[in-house]
């Protein structure tokens, strides 16, 4: 394995260990929330998960099909949650080409070595007008700001954090077009769940006064494909009439002719 993939596999595990920490499961619950909203009218045939398999992003999902991919097995009783699950790469993932609906990345792109080769690959492997779902730590808010300063327990500290702007023009340039999108976590990262607890208002108060300010967003993107048109079943279309008059005036050929010949053609069908 490369150093690069042992790099991230070690990274995806600090991750792990982090959500089991008080401030990581508040993230986790708004994070679960958020999906189960978004993903839950979403239809089609094959559904995937790719990473972060701490939590099911495709339980309320109804797509008949719902699979994981992460660089790890998950654990049995986690196994149970998929009807498939892979060990792969996210920026190689064995799917052939626009055969998934909806892909879901929680926190894929900050621990991946090329973002951009993930993204191309989810390009690949959604259908024309299949969803992208992607779940991202925001640096632009005051925990990513106490991050940068390296202090301990607010943020993994391993990944690099993908500010929205960029991630929306890096979605742009593959022609995906912004659905809809969240940001949330605005309380404090404190060390006990009944601090977190006790902070909940600034959910609100955040999410009124300052929102782009969460700790954490989640988007979804709709793949487009220019120039492409859905045409319905032959049979829906309109038959043409049995019968069209139409009159045409013709110059006179000949003297004595009369200066306007009216003459029918019949269209028949």
């Known amino acids: 394995m490369r150093s690069a993939d042992t790099d991230s596999c070690q990274a995806i595990v600090k ?9 990581g499961q508040y993230v986790q619950q708004w994070e679960q929330r958020r999906l189960d909203a978004i993903v839950e009218d979403v239809f089609g045939f094959v559904a995937v998960q790719v990473g972060f398999h701490e939590y099911n992003a495709l339980r309320k999902n109804r797509i008949p099909f719902r699979a994981y991919f992460g660089p790890v097995r998950p654990e049995a009783e986690q196994i149970a949650q998929w009807h ?3 060990v792969a790469d996210a920026a190689a993932l064995p799917l052939a080409s626009q055969s998934v609906e909806l892909l879901v990345l929680p926190h894929v792109l900050e621990y991946a070595h090329d973002p951009h080769a993930v993204l191309r690959v989810a390009e ?4 024309p007008e299949g969803r992208l779902v992607i779940v991202g730590f925001n640096p632009r808010s005051l925990w990513g700001a106490r991050h940068r300063l ?12 993908i500010a929205l702007p960029r991630l929306k023009d890096w979605l742009k340039l593959l022609s995906f077009e912004l659905d809809r999108g969240h940001f ?3 309380a404090l990262p404190l060390a006990s769940s009944a601090a977190l607890r006790r902070m909940a208002w600034l959910d609100k108060a955040g999410d009124r006064w300052w929102p782009v300010g969460g700790a954490v967003y989640i988007v979804s993107a709709i793949k487009r494909v220019h120039g492409m048109r859905l045409v319905g079943p032959a049979w829906k279309r309109k038959r043409a009439p049995a019968r069209a008059q139409v009159a045409i005036n013709r110059r006179p050929h000949a003297e ?3 200066s306007t010949l009216h003459s029918t053609i019949h269209d028949q069908p």
């Open 15 to 23: 991750l792990g260990a982090w959500f089991r920490s008080p401030a």
């Open 84 to 86: 498939g699950v892979g």
């Open 124 to 127: 690949r492997v959604l259908l």
């Open 150 to 161: 390296g202090r301990e327990g607010w943020l993994p500290q391993t990944g690099r954090f």
């Open 184 to 186: 949330g976590c605005y």
């Open 256 to 258: 004595g002719e009369r």
